[in-house]
């Protein structure tokens, strides 16, 4: 049986990519442009009395397939703002590189 849901410093974080606040409440995201013009979504999180930012996929990952230290995060249809833990994989910098030449190949 898979876990559904991780604590996260005091946050309920979803398979789905659903952030629940310390209140109980859901939490909104951010959008991030980055390079190539692509999105992210981003999220503000406090704890160890610092605000932190994360983006979506990354603290999915950090909650359900372990440490992202040294990693990069691939989104296996490619869509960034598909940030559910099915679509996410931790990778290499050139596992994550070999991934999209590939599909590029095959568009």
């Given at each position: ?68 230290d040294g ?20 990778s290499t ?15």
């Amino acid at each position: 049986m898979e876990i559904e849901f991780n604590n996260f410093h005091g946050y309920t974080v979803w398979r789905d990519s659903t952030v629940i606040g310390k209140t109980g409440k859901k939490l909104k995201f951010q959008l991030r442009e980055r390079n190539g013009g692509k999105l992210d979504k981003t999220i503000t999180l406090y704890y160890g009395g610092k605000k932190r930012k994360w983006t979506l996929s990354r603290l999915v990952v950090a909650c359900f397939q372990g440490p992202i230290d040294g990693y990069q995060i691939n989104h296996k249809d490619r869509d960034t703002m598909n940030c559910h833990n099915d679509n996410l994989e931790r990778s290499t910098p050139s596992e994550n590189q070999l991934h999209w030449r590939m599909i590029e190949r095959k568009e």
